[in-house]
């Protein structure tokens, strides 16, 4: 596979969280206005190797501060629409939590209003189509993301398609948050669950029993055949991310990476960044990352960029639309 053909390919990414991934030539220009010191926000970058998953996560403490005001958010997330389609991405899925956002005094609804302004310019301005996934936290309490599901509910975008749970993952985490699942599933909104990134493959089981359809990451059921299987036979799909995981230490390295065993194994998978800054990458350079250690080819990534078509949150007309564009593109590749 060729790099310049994988990056003029589209792609469809359904893992990419907002705040993780906002150009870092934003982000200075946020910190020069907020006084950060000099160098400050290059703490944004994960190291290559942490030392595990919260250790990524505090790459969050500079990011977060500059995304309090609706002015920032609005030009966060149209900037990370520009880079995302420039990537030649056709179709994403945005995830981030709004109370995250809440620090400066905005309300959840001004948050989400904020956030749409920028993905509405930004779908208005490039060739991609954006929808977004709200994610609670898991340190947050059930009371707090209870209340966070019922905003939701009442701001009613037809943006916002589903639902999420992230955050540093604990042993058992998901026998935790049932009620707030619940709400959110009879609020309508679809659902994908953080689980399995940090070797608990019992954490994706018990999120397909709460009703995921996704999980995100997922690789830490490389080592448990049965879950495998599992997510085979109920169609669930992974979300996978190359770097990332690598960098959380949830896979050793790239060449320990399991996206070929999940291929030959007919598990559901997709390819994504997670966190374009903070893991310093764009989804182009995680499928030639895969192309290199995970022998990956042409006709495979057209399917995983299929599948995770078939498994979005969008519309029927938007899966048409995106579906017949990558049978298009991918065609020439396939002899």
């Not at 994988?6 to 990419?16: A, R, S, W």
């Not at 995302?84 to 995250?100: C, G, H, K």
């Not at 994504?272 to 350079?285: A, F, I, Q, Y």
């Not at 007309?317 to 593109?329: D, N, P, Y």
């Amino acid at each position: 596979m060729e790099k310049t053909i994988i990056n003029q390919l589209p792609k469809v990414e359904l893992h990419c969280h907002l705040d993780g991934s906002v150009p870092l030539t934003t982000l200075r220009k946020f910190a020069k206005e907020a006084d950060y010191a000099p160098g400050e926000i290059e703490k944004a970058l994960a190291p290559e190797k942490c030392l595990n998953l919260q250790d990524y996560l505090d790459s969050f403490d500079v990011i977060l501060p500059l995304l309090q005001t609706a002015e920032n958010l609005e030009k966060a997330t149209y900037d990370t629409i520009a880079a995302i389609a420039a990537d030649n991405v056709s179709y994403v899925e945005l995830r981030f939590a709004p109370p995250l956002h809440t620090r400066g005094g905005l309300t959840i609804p001004q948050v989400l209003a904020a956030v749409i302004r920028g993905l509405e310019s930004g779908m208005a301005d490039f060739p991609i189509k954006v929808n977004l996934l709200i994610s609670a936290m898991r340190h947050h309490t059930e009371a707090a993301n209870l209340a966070l599901v019922e905003q939701i509910q009442t701001y009613n975008n037809p943006f916002v398609v589903g639902f999420d749970f992230a955050g540093d993952e604990k042993p058992d985490a998901n026998k935790e948050i049932g009620t707030v699942v619940t709400a959110a599933k009879n609020a309508n909104l679809q659902l994908t669950l953080h689980s399995g990134e940090c070797n608990c493959p019992h954490n994706v089981v018990d999120a397909i029993h709460l009703g995921a359809t996704r999980i995100g990451h997922g690789v830490a059921i490389r080592n448990d055949k049965s879950v495998r299987d599992l997510c085979r036979e109920q169609n669930v799909l992974l979300e996978v991310a190359p770097t990332s995981n690598v960098q959380t230490d949830a896979v050793a390295t790239l060449a320990d990476y399991p996206l070929r065993l999940f291929i030959d194994e007919n598990v559901p998978c997709c390819v994504n960044t997670d966190n374009r800054t903070v893991s310093n990458t764009t989804l182009s350079e995680e499928y030639l990352l895969m192309a290199e250690y995970c022998n990956l080819t042409y006709a495979e990534m057209k399917k995983l960029n299929m599948d995770a078509m078939a498994h979005s949150f969008a519309t029927t007309a938007i899966k048409q639309t995106i579906t017949e564009q990558l049978e298009k593109a991918y065609a020439p590749y396939l002899d």
